[in-house]
């Protein structure tokens, strides 16, 4: 059976692995660094307490009571931090109190954490009457202050012994754990590689140990670092107010209730504790929140952060899709350099509303670079619509979200321009690029139930949009919504402005995206895929709508799909991009009735076609697509070609002429060859 489990299982890190993952990925933040430096002094000083504190910390000196610390002129090294007004050395206590405060700190939140984690699990993936038995029960704890239950209980307690403390503090702390982990599994057990698991005979035990564990065990560790220091300061808190260990055991918290009473005569009594536990407090938070970079990086810079691309405007260059120039000035005979700076972009349209010039885009990761985009440049018109096609990974969504400005952290475009309506969007401020998203771009996203709040109606949320970007009234608005939904067809706008996304089906859903992307008359509409997860005859309605409400309202168009036969039949040009470039671009019906490169004629021979012979199979292009993060040398698709040749592997073509408006990024069709007539 575990043959049959996804492979996901194999491609598990090793643990050893994982752990060196971890500690480079803290090495490269600085407050962590601070932070853990600062907490393993502190934790080194506790644990070798014995060997290196100078005295015994119990030791009294009765005719040497409040020394002053070195810095004082009456003060020796001897006694560096002083004595206390027993005349026991200050600075043994604080090494011994750290040892105290660790100790008790440290065990007290591992029971609070495997107590709190199991309890998580077992709530949230069971369900039923144990969560709500669980749950109740952590709740009836809440009510009580865990201070006053902590008071409470060793109020009563004579003899307390760091064990005592430990239980107090450690097991009512189980319940901030099991909150978070179970609301962590309650997503994950709903995930569809958890019920592949099940379909395919995994065992309960092995889909929580296995597949959901795995997926939720990372929140602990950033829990359980902030409930260090908080458990610092409660032990300190209870041993200042005489609730902690017996005087024998030197503590924080006593030493600063101790200096108290000397505070004007020998004020470093209560200085010196007070700040061991900010630094060991602050050592810890600085730890845990490099942890939580590290365990999920969008925490360090948010979901989204757009990045204004500061590199100089240039003039744009005849070679904007040239995508092996370094390459072939490296490599290429030195007669061969005034062809290629005669090679040239897509011809400019005096009525192009979009023109993308050598856009690069990258997704910086520990370790390596995803070059997600390379070099892409294409033109749109005004009223046009642009068909992209490609398989999943080729760059086409990243292009689409670098137009609107949506790429998630790290992403960022690091190269070109996206020129719309004059306007460089890569170089334009947050504001600007704001007042233009809805008004003049708009975007219609894969997932139309994800794209659309579970929490409000339709009504609302088309609503807000509408009257984003204009100043109406809520009666106008509503208006202007009933009035979008019936264009894309839907008969009933009003019970539909009720609703909630949850009650509509998918091909609905698609249809109020498409209401509300068009309500404002945008511009330009990119539609990302949007008829994916719909079934054909649903599919045929929401496209043949869109296509009638953008030839109504003059919208120019940016249609992206893997499907090519969608683009043969909706788009005006296309292109066709493979592992982040253009491979090949131009009018659509040339390109599918003449397509020049292998990848374009790859691509239409895997599409169903009624002319094929019963028992003709449809051709599968072999392979797979190149790794983003290293893509070789030469032209990408050189692995999968069919005409491969030496020069297609270590230079990358540029997009050739093949006809009037159409390039193909082919050596087949260098001028070279085409001259010497054997494309």
Known sequence: MSDALPAVEAAAPAPARRGRFTVRALARRRAAVIGSTGLVLIAGLAVFAPWVAPHDPAAQDLGNILAPPFWDSAGSWEHALGTDALGRDTASR????????????????????????????????FGGKVDTATMRLGEIQLAFPFILLAIAILGVIPGRTPLHLILVLGIPGWIVYARVVRSRVLAERERDHVRAAAALGARRSRQLFRYVLPSVWQVVPVIAMLDIGFLVIMESMLSFLGLGLPPRFPSWGAMLAEGRRNMVISPWLSILPGLAIMLTVLSVNLTADGLADVFDPKLRKGTFRRTVLRLPERAEPDTAN?????????AAPPQRSVEAGARHAPAASGSALLRVRDLKVEFPLPGRTIKAVRGVSFDLGRGETLGIVGESGSGKSVTALSIGQLLDSPGRVTGGQI?????DLTRISDRAMAALRGRRIAMIFQNPTA????????GFQMREAIRRHGRLHREEASRIAHDSLWAVGIGDPDRVLGQYPFQLSGGMNQRVMIAMAMAARPDLLIADEPTTALDVTTQAQILERLRDLV?????????????IALVAEHADRVVVMYAGQICESGPTEQVISEPRHPYTRALLESVPRPDLPAGVRLEAIPGELPDPASIPDGCPFAPRCPHVMDVCRTVNPDQFPVAPDHRAACHLWSPDRTRAGTP
Do not use: C, K, Y
Request: no cysteine.
């Open 419 to 423: 020129l719309f309506d004059g306007q």
């Open 551 to 563: 030839q109504a309202e003059g919208t120019s168009l940016i249609f992206i799909t893997h499907d």
């Open 322 to 330: 040239d995508h092996g120039a370094a390459t072939r000035r490296a």
């Open 94 to 125: 604080l090494i011994h109190g750290a040892r105290n405060s660790l100790m008790i700190s440290f065990a007290a939140m591992l029971i609070g954490s495997l107590l709190g984690l199991a309890a998580g699990i077992v709530s949230g993936f």
């Open 451 to 458: 794209s659309l709040s579970p929490v409000f109606s339709i």
